[in-house]
């Protein structure tokens, strides 16, 4: 994947074929050493294609994969029904969260 994510980082930033090294020198100045088996599989297989065409094929593709779209509505169902539990899911945090400061008792450096 960080192979993939360096080539269209150089493809938007105008270099239409990137090559390995290219590639690699993107990922070594974040501090990643590029696997060069990935490297050169991902490099023939994308040669002379346009980055445009194969993000609207994978978009093609990806409409077909189930996203869940329920969890979004099992998730509303609660929220309708009792609309008092976030209120004291609140309440509950900001004791915690004084409790904790009143547990430390001394400075950092006594």
């Not at 696997?35 to 593709?61: H, P, V, Y």
């Amino acid at each position: 994947m960080k192979h993939l994510a360096a080539y269209l980082l150089l493809g938007v930033g105008g270099n239409e074929s990137p090559s390995a090294k290219d590639i690699k020198n993107v990922l070594s100045s974040v501090g990643i050493e590029a696997d060069d088996d990935r490297l050169n599989q991902l490099t023939s297989e994308l040669k002379g294609k346009d980055m445009n065409e194969l993000i609207n094929e994978g978009l093609g593709k990806l409409a077909s994969v189930p996203s869940g779209g329920a969890a979004p509505a099992a998730a509303a169902a609660p929220a309708a029904g009792g609309a008092a539990a976030p209120a004291e899911e609140k309440k509950e945090e900001k004791k915690e969260e004084s409790e904790s400061d009143e547990d430390m008792g001394m400075g950092l450096f006594d």
